[in-house]
């Protein structure tokens, strides 16, 4: 394998970018969001719509969990910033292009995309190729989750303030890692300043997923498995909000992806839904 597939985010990550691009693309208006960024980004050919994992019809529910839960981050981000917050870190960001699409709120933020090393200099060299570069308040802080360490010491060497709340985003990481791992990862963020708010995704035990999303699921977790990234953990609800708890974090709530059909989708005309299988963790410190 080549340097430079080595320093190429993963294939979820071009993956999830590639379904927003395809929602403006495919999908017509209203679009939940707008966010063609990152198929720049990827840059993954003109055959990329080609792709088995590309196909609208087959896709449509994936693609509409993606593009719901990038929604109510954004909304999330939007109003905490509006309250004052003044930082926000993404953990594990990939290819999250908020500070390119939305610059007017980004910019009265300090955000720190913590990321592995590799896939980091590769998006810091895209975003240099297409023109955005990195804005003073923009910190790509390299990281490497399977090597130990803490990752907050790593952000307060980037100019984290500690002191200070803030908004912390996992989402599309918590099956990629053990519970141990999460648990530990609960706890230091639950020690960060009162008024700080978490929010990360979860995948549901196969069992409470909608028995129509169940084989999307389980071609998920093989092609998971097949590159090398297994599915190590699944949550119920109560489990997730009793994890937070036991951490230290003051409220804690529980957002089903259900809710974000309610929410972004209701009464279009073209029946587009989001499936189900992934749900939220909303906690606070």
Known sequence: MTDEQNQAPDSTAVRTALWRAMHVQVDPPPHVIEDEIGLRLAAPGEAWRERPDMEPHAT???????VA????????ITERAGHGVGQYVILGAGLDTF???????????????????GPQAWKRRRL??????????????PFDFEAGGSWLERLAAAGFDAGQPAVVVSTGVSMYLTKDATTATLRRI????????????????????DEADRPGLRASEEGAR????????FYTPPEMLALAREAGFRDVRHVSGASHAERYFADRADGLRPSSGEDLLLATT
């Not at 449509?60 to 993606?66: D, H, K, N, V, W």
């Not at 639950?190 to 997923?209: D, K, Q, R």
């Open 60 to 66: 449509r529910a994936f693609r509409a969990a993606m």
């Open 69 to 76: 839960r990038a929604r109510f981050i954004e909304e999330l």
């Open 99 to 117: 500070a390119q699409r939305r610059p007017e709120i980004a910019s009265r933020l300090r955000i720190f995309e913590v990321d592995q090393p």
């Open 128 to 141: 240099a190729e297409l023109g955005y570069g990195i804005p003073e308040w923009l910190h790509l802080v």
């Open 190 to 209: 639950a020690g960060l300043a009162p008024g700080s708010t978490l929010a990360m995704t979860f995948l549901l035990p196969p069992g409470l997923v």
């Open 226 to 233: 097949a590159s090398g990234t297994p599915f190590l953990s």
